[in-house]
Nanobody, 122 residues
Framework: QVQLVESGGGLVQAGGSLRLSCAAS????????MGWFRQAPGKEQEIVAA???????TYQDSVEGRFTISRNNARNTVYLDMNSLKPEDAAVYFC????????????????WGRGTQVTVSS
């Protein structure tokens, strides 16, 4: 079992930055694909970014160039650096771990955190 706890969310003005962290426990995540997803009110959960065990990354088009996903396996932690935030980035952000399969497919993720709220004021 992998337990995931997100942190770093909060209120930020449009154009600002935040760094989200996802701390894992219970098992090392070095062999897992790690993903960040988000869900805004009334909308479906969507992938934001993912990073494989080898460090390959993928991003949703709307965040490409603004967000960066990274991992520190020694700390069993994954990060999401968010820059140039827009009001439409506001959502609950979730961290997830996948044992296999495409990193862009939500159902491939086995373990989920409870999320952290990101609010962006215009």
């Amino acid at each position: 079992q992998v337990q995931l706890v997100e942190s770093g969310g909060g209120l930020v003005q449009a154009g600002g930055s935040l760094r989200l962290s996802c701390a894992a426990s219970g098992r090392t995540i070095s062999s897992y694909t790690m993903g960040w997803f988000r869900q805004a009110p009334g909308k479906e959960q969507e992938i934001v970014a993912a990073i494989t065990w080898s460090g390959s990354t993928t991003y949703q088009d709307s965040v490409e160039g603004r967000f960066t996903i990274s991992r520190n396996n020694a700390r069993n932690t994954v990060y999401l650096d968010m820059n140039s935030l827009k009001p439409e980035d506001a959502a609950v952000y979730f961290c997830a771990a996948s044992g296999n399969g495409s990193p862009r497919i939500l159902s491939n993720y086995d373990y989920w955190g409870r999320g952290t709220q990101v609010t962006v004021s215009s």
